[in-house]
């Protein structure tokens, strides 16, 4: 009897000190992404703090079947949940998520542009937690052929100076010099030129990347494109990955997704810099994957679930999982943790992008399988006008339907500046 009572009693105090959270994730699936919570994340949670936590990885269906059929049974076991921007934005539209606009870190600064999306139907949904972008990388012999007006300080600040404009002038300026086309864009069928097109020119141009597609700010933009493509490199429509470019010296300024610059900028470190792109004049467009962190409405133990928060947003932590995984820190005292090198580059490009003034950040539409259908429409438009040389307003015209026409066969709002998708 004695023993069974020393029993309960550790049984009732290990449930206290070590209380259970349960946090639902759609991200660090892959096995080596796992091994690296469960293994070292958690338990290293686990000693700072004495809680433990489960991971549960589940798909973006499985996770918001989850949270929904938890919240309509009022039965809530969910304490933290972990999803893209997009996802967590469903569940709040349902009044599922608990207001943490009370929940704050004092320790660290969240970086403005990403935390302004945690808002949204009267509350705040979520804290970020993690991102990842596009940028631009140059060769440093580029700096030496800036045209008049801009400065390395304006490239890489991302200050109001460096516009598509002076990427123009700037390319000019180098191929005057050296007779050379030295920009370059990943344009290969297995490459993110879609991207570049629908996530960073359209809204840097007309506000928005499908609202505006047959605007007067787009048939600019395309007038904007033509000249620019005097400039670029004609391999660039063979490249997948502009890495390899770089380091042949094919180009000096190339735009691509982070993961696919990275190998140049380990390989030659002190040659290159990540930059933010430049503004056009409806502000920085750029797309943004951004993940954050939520509390179902009803949820248990919600202050180990803040305390796992703050762990991992803590800037030791978001580096940790820059090393491991990838994603990039969404709080600006994580620069200063990065070890000198690569990442730590990368990051300060990818800070200063998002941390903009003029910043106008995209989201990838969510069309499911009907994604190609969207991101091949821009990539026609640009064969069509470019490559072709056909009449712009002509192709604007008959593609815009094509556009819109996918948004309604996918059940999917267009993307428009008021809904959340942009500033």
């Known amino acids: 009897m004695r023993k069974l009572l020393v029993l309960l009693v550790a049984l009732i105090v290990t449930s206290v000190v070590f209380a259970d959270v349960a946090w639902v ?5 892959p096995p080596a992404e796992r091994d690296f919570v469960e293994g070292t994340l958690l338990p290293n ?10 991971f549960l990885a589940l798909t973006y269906e499985e996770a918001s079947t989850r949270i929904r059929a938890e919240q309509q049974a009022q039965r ?30 004092p320790d660290r600064t969240f970086i403005p542009t990403l935390e302004q999306y945690a808002y949204n139907y009267g509350i705040k949904q979520f804290v970020p937690w993690l991102q ?16 008049a007006g801009l400065t390395e300080h304006d490239v890489r ?13 700037w390319v000019k300026s180098i191929h005057a010099a050296t007779g050379r086309r030295m920009l370059g864009f990943p344009e290969a069928p297995l490459g993110l030129w879609h ?3 629908h996530g960073h020119i359209y809204p840097s141009f ?18 904007y494109l033509r000249d620019l493509f005097e400039y670029v490199n004609p391999a660039s429509s063979t490249w997948a990955n502009m890495s390899e470019p770089l380091l042949r010296n094919e180009v000096w300024i190339a735009w691509d997704h982070t993961a696919r610059l990275t190998d140049a900028l380990r390989a030659r470190p002190d040659d290159f810099v990540p930059i933010p792109g430049p503004a056009g004049p409806a502000g920085r467009g750029f797309i943004t994957v951004l993940v954050g962190l939520s509390i179902p409405k009803g949820a248990p133990n919600t202050d180990e679930a803040v305390e796992l928060m703050g762990f991992l947003t803590s800037p030791e932590v978001q580096v940790q999982i820059l090393d491991r995984v990838g994603f990039f820190p969404v709080v600006e005292e994580a620069v200063g943790h990065i070890p000198t090198g690569a990442l730590k580059f990368l990051a300060e490009g990818v800070v200063a992008q998002s941390g903009a003034e003029d910043a106008l950040m995209a989201f990838i539409p969510g069309l499911g399988p009907l994604g190609g259908e969207f991101t091949e429409t821009y990539r026609l438009a640009f064969t069509r006008i470019v490559r072709d040389g056909e009449d712009i307003v002509k192709v604007l015209t008959e593609l815009a339907p094509d556009v819109r ?10 993307p428009e500046p008021d809904i959340g998708y942009y500033k």
């Not at 608990?98 to 929940?103: A, I, N, S």
């Not at 200050?159 to 002038?169: K, Q, S």
């Open 45 to 54: 949670f686990r000693r700072e703090t004495g809680i433990t936590a489960r």
């Open 25 to 29: 994730s759609t991200q660090f699936h």
């Open 405 to 414: 026409d996918v948004f309604k066969e996918a059940g999917a709002p267009l």
């Open 206 to 223: 007309t506000g928005a990347q499908a609202m505006r597609f047959d605007s007067l700010e787009a048939i600019a933009m395309w007038e």
């Open 76 to 105: 809530v076991t969910v304490a933290l949940f972990g999803d893209l921007q997009g996802g967590i934005d469903l569940m709040g539209s349902q009044g599922f998520l608990t207001d943490l606009t009370d929940v704050t870190f």
């Open 195 to 197: 991207r570049f097109l």
């Open 132 to 147: 990842a972008t596009y940028v631009m990388m140059v060769n440093k012999q580029a700096f030496e052929y800036l045209p």
């Open 157 to 169: 600040n991302a200050t109001a100076n460096w516009t598509y404009d002076a990427l123009l002038e």
